[in-house]
Nanobody, 120 residues
Framework: QVQLVESGGGLVQPGGSLRLSCAAS????????MSWYRQAPGKEREMVAR????????NYADSVKGRFTISRDNAKNTVYLQMNSLKPEDTAVYYC?????????????WGQGTQVTVSS
């Protein structure tokens, strides 16, 4: 059974930092790219960052480039999102995601989300 469990969210002041973690289980973690998405109130869910299965490539939304860093530890089945220079507009629920797990039917999986609030 695939599980993605996020942690590390909270309340932080503008300019502050947080590190999110996503612990994965139930699939061969090192074979899959992993992503972080976020959804703010009244807005659609958007991709924040993505990392290749071995960490060899990363992609970021323009809004977070230079401030957020995605990384992974395949030995620990965990993907991270280091968020620096946080802004109020980064306030959202952050979700961990993996796509295309399973055979022959491939499915996408999501974690339960962790709230990040940036406010003074």
């Amino acid at each position: 059974q695939v599980q993605l469990v996020e942690s590390g969210g909270g309340l932080v002041q503008p300019g502050g930092s947080l590190r999110l973690s996503c612990a994965a289980s139930g699939f061969t973690f090192s074979r899959y790219a992993m992503s972080w998405y976020r959804q703010a109130p009244g807005k659609e869910r958007e991709m924040v960052a993505r990392i290749g299965s071995q960490g060899g490539w990363t992609n970021y939304a323009d809004s977070v480039k230079g401030r957020f860093t995605i990384s992974r530890d395949n030995a620990k089945n965990t993907v991270y999102l280091q968020m620096n220079s946080l802004k109020p507009e980064d306030t959202a629920v952050y979700y961990c995601n993996v796509e295309g797990v399973g055979y022959p039917i491939r499915r996408d999986y999501w974690g339960q989300g962790t709230q990040v609030t940036v406010s003074s």
